[in-house]
């Protein structure tokens, strides 16, 4: 790719400023911190700079990369299926990443406080559920998918669905005793995902919730 890049004819006098984006499955200043790395490598390889942009929820992230805003999105399939359609085709998959053990994929989880009494799907009919965001692969699209493959509608089985507006919302609520069902994502291991990145910022304990549902595995998010 960077001798391809090269070989482009003056293109960073087109593309001074490069704009990456992500959607945002923690706080927006986290996503920023989690990726100022990420854009300092791009600047030294490049020799541009580089500017991470954040929005409030996945849309935001979809649309201004169908709209040419920002150049780079990192999104899971179902976000990146949202831009495709969106933006008419005008967006492609790049790459993506590879956990340090090789994985190449994630589940979608429904959780629970540990010591509540639910342990099935079955035990939280009649609860409460979040859903992440609209546009989130595990989060809502995904579950929502194999529920009613299960034969299970939330609208009824639950007492009431919510989107909380992002992953780290939904894990807060579960702990809070505020949900009672949450889905979120984690990688076999928890090499990523939401368990990982609460845990290496201190804000969970593996032992404080419970896993009662595991979706088949999804590719990771990609760049496109």
Same mark, same amino acid.
């Given at each position: 790719?960077?001798?391809?890049?090269?070989?482009?004819? &003056?293109?960073?006098?087109?593309?001074?400023?490069?704009?990456?984006?992500?959607? !945002?499955?923690?706080?927006?200043?986290? !996503?920023?911190?989690?990726?100022?790395?990420?854009?300092?490598?791009?600047?030294?390889?490049?020799?541009?700079?580089?500017?991470?942009? !954040?929005?409030?929820?996945?849309?935001?992230?979809?649309?201004?990369?169908?709209?040419?805003?920002?150049?780079?999105?990192?999104? /899971?399939?179902?976000?990146?299926?949202?831009?495709?359609?969106?933006?008419?085709?005008?967006?492609?998959?790049?790459?993506? &990443?590879?956990?340090? &053990?090789?994985?190449? /994929?994630?589940?979608?989880?429904?959780?629970?406080?540990?010591?509540?009494?639910?342990?099935?799907?079955?035990?939280?009919?009649?609860?409460?559920?979040?859903?992440?965001?609209?546009?989130?692969?595990?989060?809502? %699209?995904?579950?929502?998918?194999?529920?009613?493959?299960?034969?299970?509608?939330?609208?009824?089985?639950?007492?009431?669905?919510?989107?909380?507006?992002?992953?780290?919302?939904?894990?807060?609520?579960?702990?809070?005793?505020?949900?009672?069902?949450?889905?979120?994502?984690?990688?076999?291991?928890?090499?990523? /995902?939401?368990?990982?990145?609460?845990?290496?910022?201190?804000?969970?304990? %593996?032992?404080?919730?419970?896993?009662?549902?595991?979706?088949?595995?999804?590719?990771?998010?990609?760049?496109?």
């Amino acid at each position: 790719s960077l001798a391809a890049t090269e070989a482009s004819a &003056n293109w960073r006098e087109k593309y001074k400023v490069l704009k990456l984006g992500s959607v !945002t499955v923690e706080t927006q200043s986290a !996503t920023i911190t989690r990726f100022k790395p990420f854009a300092e490598y791009i600047e030294k390889k490049l020799g541009v700079k580089v500017e991470v942009f !954040t929005a409030s929820d996945y849309a935001g992230i979809v649309q201004a990369l169908s709209a040419g805003h920002i150049h780079l999105g990192r999104m /899971g399939g179902a976000a990146y299926a949202a831009g495709y359609i969106d933006s008419k085709g005008g967006i492609e998959p790049l790459v993506m &990443n590879v956990e340090p &053990n090789g994985g190449k /994929g994630y589940f979608s989880v429904l959780i629970v406080r540990a010591q509540s009494p639910y342990k099935s799907l079955e035990d939280l009919k009649g609860r409460t559920l979040a859903w992440a965001d609209p546009n989130s692969t595990s989060g809502y %699209l995904v579950p929502n998918a194999a529920l009613r493959d299960a034969g299970i509608d939330p609208q009824k089985h639950f007492s009431r669905t919510v989107f909380s507006g992002g992953h780290e919302q939904s894990v807060f609520g579960v702990l809070k005793g505020t949900l009672d069902s949450a889905f979120t994502w984690t990688s076999p291991g928890h090499q990523s /995902g939401q368990f990982r990145i609460m845990i290496d910022r201190g804000l969970l304990k %593996l032992e404080d919730i419970r896993t009662v549902w595991q979706s088949p595995l999804i590719a990771n998010p990609l760049w496109a």
